[in-house]
């Protein structure tokens, strides 16, 4: 009886050591599982972000854009009709220019305000203020008038401007195209084309104004160019 039960506790303790063993060894397992997991995130080699370098646009705004020098020039001119010379052809029947007819002409440039509709050139064509006469106007182009040169309203011919300043040919000048209107007192915008002296890098508007016809029959014009460079 003492054996048989010796037997037995010898069993259950058999019995319990290998459950405690199984035990210890799932619970060891998961133990190295669990380290194995937190070495390999640990050990894991942080990715870096790679940013590519910013490139810096070179476009200029407003705000950088070199601004330019405006300046304000505002003057008369008398043309002397004696300087002026037309084509052979297209004519109108009482012999004027016609519509395309090509031509030029000169005149005298004065200070604004010299002159009204009439005034600025003697008959001979000479200067009427030569005191105050400040350089030459030289214009060359056609007319776009179906009327001709007669013509008293809206287009009436296209036109090269030259406007030399001061008595030494080529020193100073400015270029202006466009239109000029038979209209009394109305302005028109013409294109400042260049220039050369002061006004080499000329850009900007011309608006000219009609005054009427001085004595000589030529034109008398008022001026005021904005002159960018």
């Not at 894991?44 to 601004?67: D, F, H, W």
């Not at 007669?150 to 400015?174: D, H, K, P």
């Not at 239109?179 to 109305?186: Q, S, T």
């Amino acid at each position: 009886m003492i054996f048989q039960t010796s037997t037995k506790l010898v069993k259950i303790a058999n019995r319990v050591c290998k459950q405690n063993l199984v035990a210890t060894i799932v619970a060891t397992a998961a133990t190295l599982t669990v380290c194995s997991g937190a070495m390999a995130t640990t050990d894991q080699t942080p990715q870096k972000n790679i940013v590519g370098a910013t490139e810096i646009s070179s476009i200029q705004t407003k705000s950088n854009r070199p601004s330019s020098r405006t300046q304000v020039l505002r003057f008369d001119v008398a043309e002397d009709a004696t300087r002026f010379v037309f084509d052979d052809a297209p004519l109108l029947s009482n012999g004027f220019p016609a519509y395309g007819n090509s031509f030029v002409t000169q005149g005298y440039i004065y200070p604004a305000g010299t002159l009204n509709g009439s005034n600025g050139v003697n008959a001979d064509g000479s200067p009427e203020f030569p005191a105050l006469v400040q350089g030459r106007w030289v214009c060359r182009g056609w007319i776009i008038s179906e009327e001709g040169a007669v013509a008293s309203s809206g287009e009436f011919v296209i036109t090269q401007q030259l406007y030399n300043f001061g008595q030494e040919l080529g020193n100073n000048t400015i270029v202006s195209d466009g239109w000029e209107i038979a209209d009394v007192g109305v302005p028109v915008a013409r294109a400042i084309t260049g220039g050369t002296g002061r006004y080499s890098n000329a850009g900007g508007e011309a608006v000219q104004k009609f005054l009427g016809f001085n004595t000589s029959e030529g034109v008398n014009l008022t001026f005021e160019l904005a002159v960018e460079q």
